[in-house]
């Protein structure tokens, strides 16, 4: 199902009509999100969970793009188990919005590649 947003405050979704999915992988860097999928992002700091879980976006910080056009946000996401997961979100913010703050989120760890 294509997602639908519409941009508010530097990208950011203003109602999501469901959870995005962020797939962190334990290194980075990792290759951008793309428009519509599932959003890529590496650790930075805090424990990947072992299942997929509903999570809280804190901050959306240092999305200054490079010269391609690409940030990679870092963003502080709140856990279910209380613990902060700090994550870097490479996207191009002209078609994939920024982690909003309050925003719920599916939090999946990747792999170790």
Known sequence: ???RWRA???GHPERPADLRVVLVSARGPVSPS???GVLHAWRVDGSLPAAAVE????SDEDCAPD???VSRC???ILMPSG???TVRHPHDMSTVPCLAPGEKVRVVGGSET
Do not use: F, K
Not at 55 to 58: G, R
């Open 34 to 36: 793309p428009p519509g």
């Open 55 to 58: 999570a809280t976006v804190l």
């Open 83 to 85: 613990q902060t997961l």
């Open 67 to 69: 010269a391609a056009g």
């Open 1 to 3: 199902m294509r997602r």
């Open 8 to 10: 508010g405050r530097r």
């Open 74 to 76: 870092l963003n502080r």
